[in-house]
């Protein structure tokens, strides 16, 4: 664990100085704090029933005992989807279908698959999120719009054959025709809640709106100017802002994109010896919507941070959350991922280090300052010393847009060049674990790998895995290489 850094002491005490304080009757300082019920977003958590002979009535046919599932049922409010089960160490072997019902309609959509091979995007073996007693396992997420009615079925498999992907080809492996699924299975019905982030055009300028009542004094104007000075933000929404303060002023929705030139000229104080050591290998800045900007509700994350050496790697990923999603909707399909990685799957934090949309914008994923070295859960076995990129949707058959392969690229030009590595060049990173690679193993992978390619999976999707050149090229452009 020498090589992980877990910070709270120093983002605490540079939030503390950063923050305004809002003086009490008294004329002790206090942080406000939002209401328990201001806060965005919800889960509703329903044990899953066996399906009897006969009950399922939209298969056609008639269910075995072991098969699991919801009937049609009128629920509260969600947007995305998930099945949670207890052992992390299970694979559920097996389908999950669900179909949804849009809120105020009778309409129901067609079955949707939830894909059930996400094991693989979690913390390492061992490590210390890993063993948390937290952890869940867990299918994908998938993003189905506001909806309030919902049916799911689980299938366990019969011994169908594993395909093969990618340049790493999957044994042929029959699945146990008696399988069992694993116990604890629950559907997982996530709300994203209201954006409780104020504009970003006014956050990026660094001034903290005060659009929640709760964030002012008591009794004071919102949008007056007592208001704009007793403004504050929460103790974790500080924290994790406090990390980016030096890329943007304090509590801003968006770090500004940079020219190269300014980039040069911006990171070495940010960053440190690092940067100069890189130099001239930096692609410029690009714009990124942080935390803030998204609405990340910062309760909700494990509060310190943790930390790795260097990022030699991308891991390229897609979300598999589906494209049926508007880019004025990203912020909310972020929120409800991570609400599902925190509070239905037991992650300390939204998995991956950045996430990306089908239009090209670019969002922090997991806290801990966009620029630094943040210890992600994206690649089982190769989180350390890495870094997570997801697309959102799902791209097996799916093209990915050429704004989210452009993103991808000036992202990776500018975080991968802050540590000195070529996006066109190979790296080695040591396994933590996995079905590819054995536990201590150095292995050799392109500085842009895709996800499959340090673990035997589908993702990114062999459409996005097709674009990873065309990313490494032009990151490498970007770089001035």
Sequence with gaps: MRGFLSSSIGVTCAAALALPLAL??????????????????????????PLGPGRDRAGGGRAESRDQGLTRRDVRPFSLVGVVWDDPDVELQGRVQVRTR???TTTWSPWQEVETHNHEHAADPGSAERVSGRVRGSTAPLWVGD?????????????????????HALPVTKVDKDVDLPTGLRLELVDPGEHPAPPADAAADGVLQSAQADAAAPGTPAGSAEAARTTVMTAEAAASSAVNAELAPMGAAVIPALSMAATQADLPAAHGTDVAKAKPYIGPR?????????????????RNFAYTRTVKAAFMHHSATGNNYRCSQSPSVLRSIYRYHVKSSGWRDFGYNFAVDKCGNIYEGRAGGVAKAVLGAHTLGFNSHSMGIAVLGS????????????????????????????????????????????????????????????????????????????????SARYQGR
């Design 24 to 49: 009490t009757p008294s004329g002790s300082a206090a942080v406000a704090r939002p209401a328990a019920d201001s806060l965005p977003g919800s889960t509703e958590s329903l044990p899953l029933e």
């Design 102 to 104: 849009a809120t105020g």
């Design 147 to 167: 909806s309030d009615g919902v049916e799911v079925r689980v299938r366990s498999d019969t011994g169908r054959a594993l395909p093969s992907y990618g340049a």
């Design 286 to 302: 690009p714009r990124i919507v942080t935390r803030r900007g998204w609405g990340a509700d910062e309760s909700l994350r494990e």
């Design 395 to 474: 791209f097996t058959n799916a093209v990915p847009p050429k704004a989210a392969v452009t993103a991808v690229a000036k992202l990776t030009a500018w975080k991968l060049g802050l540590f000195g590595a070529n996006p066109r060049g190979t790296t080695y990173l040591k396994s933590g674990g996995g079905n590819l690679y054995k536990k201590g193993s150095t292995v050799k992978l392109n500085v842009i790998s895709g996800h499959r390619d340090g673990f035997r999976t589908e993702c990114p999707g062999r459409r996005l895995y097709k674009k990873l050149g065309t990313a490494r090229s032009a």
